[in-house]
């Protein structure tokens, strides 16, 4: 008798933890609802001060291919590759209704590791390369001997990701206009 209400305590603390983990719960806002007029217009606003999904998605992977020299620097005998394809996927929430969208890069992978030795230097020059595309904002998913995981990360979105186990860098240019709805006078950051 006890043990299936133990199963069911630990089965409704797993789904706790699941829910607040991962920002879903009953009193979050609605995550396929559209975005307002007034955020929309505001976040629309914020992108046509950005450089353009073109232009952001070549200095990305450029960025990314830096990195990756950089650490073959650090630790030879490393060989970097593509992988997978490049997708275009639409802009989260407040920059869903507008006319941006987003590009998730191919991952850059390689063997061996990152070895610890040599993974502060490496973090230290991903959050570099992070901020010029104004991903400042920081999440650890692991950080430990053989296994370290960051994520860099933007308001709109953009991430620079790097992980030492597989040897991966990976990213997104976050919520951009395409060129072709840039205003005349585009920046360059």
């Known amino acids: 008798m006890t043990r299936p209400a ?13 829910l607040a983990t991962t920002g879903c719960g009953m009193f979050d806002d609605n995550p396929y609802q559209k975005s307002d007029p007034t955020k929309t217009a505001r976040a629309a606003e914020r992108l046509t001060g950005l450089p353009s999904l073109e232009d952001t998605e070549a200095r990305l ?8 020299a ?16 490049r997708s275009i996927q639409i802009c989260d929430p407040p920059y869903d209704r507008t006319p941006g969208s987003r590009v998730e890069i191919p991952r850059y992978v390689s ?10 230097q490496v973090l230290d020059r991903a959050r570099r390369l992070a901020a010029r595309f104004g991903a400042t904002g920081s999440e650890v998913f692991a950080d430990q ?37 840039m205003p005349s006078s585009a920046p360059t950051r």
């Open 111 to 120: 063997h061996p590791a990152i070895p610890d030795a040599v993974w502060p």
């Open 61 to 68: 992977k450029s960025a990314v291919a830096e990195l990756g």
């Open 145 to 181: 001997p053989g296994n370290h995981t960051v994520r860099f990360y933007s308001p709109e979105g953009t991430e620079v990701f790097i992980g030492s186990r597989g040897a991966v860098i990976a990213g997104n240019t976050g919520c951009r206009l395409p060129a072709e709805s």
């Open 70 to 85: 950089y650490v073959s620097s650090l630790v030879p005998g490393m060989n970097w590759q593509w992988a997978d394809d």
């Open 6 to 18: 133990g199963r069911s305590i630990r089965a409704a603390v797993a789904t706790a933890l699941i």
